[in-house]
């Protein structure tokens, strides 16, 4: 068959005049030409995940257009709505900086900075409902019959159970940060959990008596379990299952991160991958390889500082190469970050800064080394080699 | 998990049809990456292949009330971006190299699924039955007996132009048109 002979079938397809057998080589052909898998490229397509996000995202903004009632606005990873929000407060703080006369800064260099993530989040309910964290006014969320989920002022989401009401169906929440968000959430048994950028967690409303578990589906978060040996606490990881003994831990489990790195500050876990289980002391650190899980769990000490220096409001790095570094800041402040010269990222720092900086100064710390120089275009980020 | 992840697809479906988005949901979950990865195959064009996923899954939300399956609901789904990813080929978004490669292999007769086919037919018939009524009344005529548009225009008693417009409108619905909305969102 050739190019137009297919074009023919297709356009026979299209108007229904196909024969049986017509119908039947398009499909054959149709079926060559777009072979669907299970499989994935993670070569030429970001995150298997990511792309799910996005795709569903996307589909929830044109199902709201045809719906307007039915779906609460879901402004999480869509690019648009974060350049917007961006635009707004640069536009805000134009209009301040000039009404104040403080004459301080130009329309350039305000257009150009970026500023640092905040309190964001997107609270999925089990029956679909969405709520946007950083928009909902602090006070009661939910309230339903066994449990009640209020805003905290600080932007903190508290889940308290209610007492005697015990049902036999548990229902699931999910609690999504966007890039250049952190939020903080305290479960119905009194546990916290951060949440750093780009970060999912899925928990059930109440806990059952016998297990406490929850799943972290990508990200990074830090967890101070009640300890309750009752009801063991476990968080299921896309590589692994961490299960509290009594506890203040960190899980780090970003897709573009080398490994799955599990950090212990106090108290005892354990840490169980496809094959492995170890049992982690107070200061180490376990690692999954994120390519190759069912690799043995490498086990070391763990610089404690740097491991929850996010939670902290700080970039902290200690030796950390630039690409690890600049993966960080891309996560913070939403923005893509390209090479032009490959060799700078194994360039190693040394030193910390506080998130509430806008990214400007965080650059400006960096290109002081005299190794980089960088370009902002936008929310992109160039990297050169000085 | 929820329990949504143990309902069959039947049973998916069903609550679908009520109008359940969690359902909804579930149904995305188990079948967006078959489709995308036949949509990546052919495109090889993340937007565009995204683009595909959504129109099908909006259709079927938007039609849930008319879908009916015959196969399983992936090649129901499957149909369907086969079905867009061909109105692609015609734009000329298929790598050049893909097709010849595929054109030059000789399809051979057991490759024809019979079941496919139905499903295939199935599916081009809903797409006709959810024309508005005229048009599809003329369309029909025009597929079915092989009239004219002069002939449809006299036997309705509506001008040929009529009869043209609905016959462009029947094609045109057809062919599910790209939805510029995502274009947008994704050209950042």
Known sequence: ?386 | MSVYSKYTEQELLSLLKAGDEIAFTEIYNRHWKFLFTAAYNALRHKADSMDVCQTIFLWIWENRLQINVKTSLQGYLYTAAKYKIANLLRQGKIRETLLDDVLTTDIVAEEIKDLEIKELKNFIKQLIEELPEKCREVFLLSRDEHLSHRQISERLGISEKTVDDHITRALKKLRIPLSRMATIFLSF
């Not at chain 1, 026979?12 to 039947?24: Q, S, V």
């Open chain 1, 1 to 386: 068959m050739d190019k137009v002979s297919l074009q023919d079938l297709i356009e026979k397809i299209d108007k229904g005049t196909a024969t049986e057998h017509e119908l039947g080589l398009y499909n054959a052909y149709m079926n060559r030409i777009a072979p669907g898998s299970t499989d994935w490229d993670q070569f030429n397509l970001d995150d298997q995940e990511q792309v799910r996000l996005e795709l569903w995202d996307q589909l929830q903004v044109v199902m709201q257009k045809t719906q307007p009632r039915r779906f609460v606005l879901w402004t999480r990873i869509s690019g648009v709505a974060a350049l917007v929000l961006i635009c707004l407060s640069i536009t805000g703080y134009f209009l301040f900086s000039t009404i104040n006369q403080s004459g301080k800064h130009s329309l350039a260099q305000v257009n150009q900075d970026i500023l640092p993530g905040g309190n964001k989040a997107i609270l999925t309910l089990s029956n679909g409902h969405r709520i946007v964290l950083s928009d909902a006014k602090h006070g009661v969320l939910v309230s339903k019959n066994n449990i009640r989920v209020n805003k905290n002022s600080d932007g903190q989401l508290t889940y308290e159970a209610k007492n005697g009401d015990h049902v036999s169906n548990i229902a699931y929440d999910t609690l999504t940060t966007p890039t250049g968000g952190i939020y903080n959430i305290v479960l119905a048994d009194g546990s916290k959990i951060w949440l750093n950028s780009a970060t999912s967690i899925r928990f059930p409303e109440i806990f059952g008596s016998k297990e406490r578990k929850i799943e972290l589906i990508s990200g990074e978060a830090y967890f101070e379990v009640i300890h309750n040996p009752f009801a063991p606490f476990r968080v299921a990881t896309p590589h692994g299952i961490v299960e509290d003994l009594g506890t203040h831990f960190n899980i780090n489990t970003y897709g573009d991160e080398s490994a799955e790195k599990t950090t212990l500050l106090e108290g005892s876990i354990s840490v169980k991958s496809k094959n492995q289980k170890v049992v982690l002391q107070p200061g180490q650190q376990a690692l999954i390889d994120n390519k190759r899980d069912a690799d043995p769990i490498a086990v070391s000490a763990a610089d404690l500082d740097e491991a929850i220096a996010w939670k902290n409001g700080l970039f902290l790095f200690n030796n950390e190469d630039l690409e690890s570094i600049m993966r960080k800041i891309s996560r913070w402040y939403n923005v893509k970050v390209v090479y032009q010269d490959q060799a700078v990222k194994r360039e190693i720092f040394l030193g910390s800064v506080s998130k509430l900086k806008n990214a400007s100064e965080v650059i400006n710390m960096l290109e002081k080394t005299g190794k980089i120089h960088f370009e902002v275009n936008g929310s992109l980020i160039i990297v050169k080699a000085k």
